[in-house]
């Protein structure tokens, strides 16, 4: 009897991490921009324009 072990499912789970860290990362970066911006005044227009611009590179 031959055993195999599959280590596929080991590398989603690895990536998933990753990818859950990534994201965390940049809600947390998401949170201090607004919390800055609203501290300063700035337009929350650009911010949201800025944030949603480097969310969708991330993405492509």
Do not use: G, P, W
Request: net charge negative.
């Amino acid at each position: 009897m031959i055993l195999k072990k599959d280590f596929s499912s080991c590398t989603i789970d690895l990536n998933q991490k990753h990818l859950q860290k990534e994201e965390n990362s940049v809600m947390n970066d998401f949170i201090k921009n607004i919390a800055s911006a609203l501290f300063n005044l700035e337009k929350i227009n650009d911010l949201f324009r800025l944030e949603v611009e480097q969310i969708v590179n991330i993405l492509y």
